[in-house]
């Protein structure tokens, strides 16, 4: 089993252009979730899903749109980057939305120019 | 505003002594989770607690939940280098969303 995976790895966008990070599971978890870490802050929910075709907003989802079209994968968007989204953004999923773990990706570390 | 704050925010310690990390808030959790994560790498879980009062143990690590749940403490007796890492608390609140701590930067000196 990969656990949870996350592409890519590092990116460096200008401002005003977008991207979208892919994060896939095998572990047939039914909550998936989008997080940043910035120094200080510990990490932030950008948005989260329960269940495929259905998301919601976390605490910071302004700038970020996602998509769950299949269970095993949870992307974020970011259409017009800023560089105020200069950051390292996390995916996890878990089997259910409060006693079990979340498993985490390896991390996307993203710098706006 | 953080919802969850950690102290102490750094800690720097010579291996062998003890040390505390507490996790308060205002709010009321249905449960909180303390992850640890090295550079480089996501967080992983350490412990879920759920019961207000309840006392977990992992080896020389302890962990509390208040008895309002809405504070938590992480102790760690005698550490050892391999303890150094950032400590997280995560609270989950109105089920579904998980709010982190800033976390606890421990550094354990051999």
């Known amino acids: 089993n990969a656990g949870v995976t996350q592409t890519p790895k590092f990116r460096v966008l200008k401002t005003g252009q977008s991207m979208t990070l892919l994060c896939a599971q095998d572990?047939?978890?039914?909550?998936m979730y989008w997080y940043r870490q910035d120094p200080g802050m510990g990490l932030r929910l950008i948005h989260y899903s329960v269940g495929e075709g259905t998301t919601a907003k976390g605490e910071v989802p302004d700038g970020y749109n996602v998509s769950r079209l299949k269970k095993q994968n949870f992307l974020l968007g970011l259409e017009s980057a800023a560089p105020s989204q200069t950051s390292v953004y996390f995916c996890?999923?878990?089997?259910?939305?409060?006693?079990?773990?979340?498993?985490f990706g390896p991390g996307t570390r993203l710098t706006v120019t | 505003t953080q919802l969850l704050e950690q102290s102490p925010q750094f800690l720097s310690i010579q291996e062998g002594e003890n040390l505390t990390v507490y996790c308060n808030s205002s709010?009321?959790?249905?449960?909180l989770q303390w992850y640890r994560q090295e550079p480089g790498e996501g967080p992983v879980l350490l412990v879920t607690v759920v019961t207000g009062g309840e006392v977990k143990k992992l080896k020389r690590l302890t962990f509390q939940f208040g008895d309002a749940r809405k504070d938590s403490s992480l102790h760690i007796t005698a550490a050892q280098p391999g303890d150094t890492g950032l400590y997280l608390c995560?609270?989950?609140?109105?089920?579904?969303?998980?709010?982190f701590g800033s976390g606890t930067k421990l550094n354990v000196k051999p």
């Open positions: 996890a999923s878990s089997y259910d939305g409060q006693l079990y773990e979340q498993y």
């Open positions: 995560a609270g989950v609140y109105n089920f579904n969303k998980f709010y």
């Open positions: 572990m047939n978890h039914e909550y």
């Open positions: 709010s009321v959790f249905s449960s």
